[in-house]
């Protein structure tokens, strides 16, 4: 090395540094540091954690609510919330279930199914943008409308008598790799080019910024909330046929707890609960980062009443955190 190429002494630790301060600024930074440290302990916590079946067992598991979560991103992106999308996979797994049990054709029995959750996506959307109604409320309303049908339209009992070729969505492969997780993926890239791609996605983030000056910029802040809305019902129901193929049966009381999970998986990855801030790349990661967690936790022989404890802790941490970034930007 030259003379010139030579680094004064503390060079090195100062540009480290001022490498770590600008990943620092990306929204998906924090939930791949936690991430890796919660990795790294499992490792020493588990030797067959880093074991093949184990991470392909881990993604499958993380699947349901990594889907769910990318519709919720899209509302907590806006400053809304939707309490319904656990309520809504239930209602529609178990209304593609009983359609198929009935004698309907599968492909379109799991196509009502997706447009049963985009329907009921879409009606969030329209009381909370025409409406003016707050997000909470409504869509606490219509969770106990779709657990209420799911439970009326069975009986409160599981539907079977599925064909076969439906667990291809659950439990089947493509390519060698597990469908869920390709779905997932799918998913996610389809996602992310609609929010980081698209006006519609500048407009999503505009619309959390600040919704009074892009509706006076002539956008139509109604509209993309009743598509957003939508979508997030949408990607509800693709849960459901995940669900659906691996249960192999409707279940009207399955997704109890899902809309919590999937919050929390968003907020884990940096988005902003007061909307603006985020990424879908930053959801992913907070989804995997509790799948990482709960696996580790289970193998490890934790008591589930301490993993919810331990999940609330992490949850609080990442909105303190959440919140110190906005305070300081």
Do not use: H
Not at 26 to 42: K, R
């Amino acid at each position: 090395m030259s003379s010139s190429e030579t680094l004064a002494p503390g060079r090195e630790p100062r540009q480290f540094t001022a490498a770590l301060r600008r990943a620092s600024r990306y929204t998906s930074f924090y939930p791949l540091v936690g991430l890796i440290v919660v990795s790294i302990v499992m490792v020493f916590a588990s030797d067959s954690f880093l074991s093949y079946s184990n991470i392909t067992n881990i993604l499958r598991q993380v699947s349901i609510n990594a889907l769910i979560a990318v519709g919720m991103t899209f509302v907590i992106l806006t400053g809304g919330i939707d309490l319904s999308v656990g309520a809504v996979m239930a209602l529609c797994g178990t209304v593609a279930a009983g359609l198929m049990a009935a004698g309907m054709n599968g492909v379109l029995a799991l196509i009502l199914c997706l447009l049963l959750g985009c329907g009921f996506g879409l009606a969030n959307g329209a009381f909370v943008a025409f409406a003016g109604m707050p997000p909470i409320i409504v869509t606490l309303a219509t969770m106990g409308i779709a657990r209420g049908l799911g439970l009326i339209y069975t009986g409160g009992y599981p539907i079977s008598g599925l064909p076969r070729w439906v667990n291809w969505f659950g439990e089947g492969r493509l390519l060698g790799v597990q469908t869920p997780i390709v779905i997932m993926l799918v998913v996610y890239v389809v996602g992310w080019v609609l929010l980081e791609r698209t006006p519609f996605g500048r407009y999503v983030y505009a619309i959390g910024g600040n919704e009074t000056a892009t509706r006076l910029s002539g956008v139509r802040v109604a509209r993309s909330k009743l598509l957003i809305y939508g979508l997030s019902g949408f990607t509800a129901a693709i849960a459901a046929v995940v669900l659906t193929g691996r249960l192999m049966s409707g279940q009207p009381n399955a997704g109890q707890g899902f809309e919590l999970d999937a919050i929390a998986a968003v907020v884990l990855g940096g988005t902003s609960i007061a909307g603006g801030r985020g990424s879908l790349i930053g959801t992913l990661l907070g989804a995997m980062l509790l799948g990482v967690l709960n696996n580790g936790l289970n193998m490890v022989g934790v008591n589930p009443y301490v993993q919810t404890v331990v999940k609330g802790v992490i949850i609080l941490l990442a909105i303190y955190i959440g919140r110190e970034r906005r305070r300081r930007a």
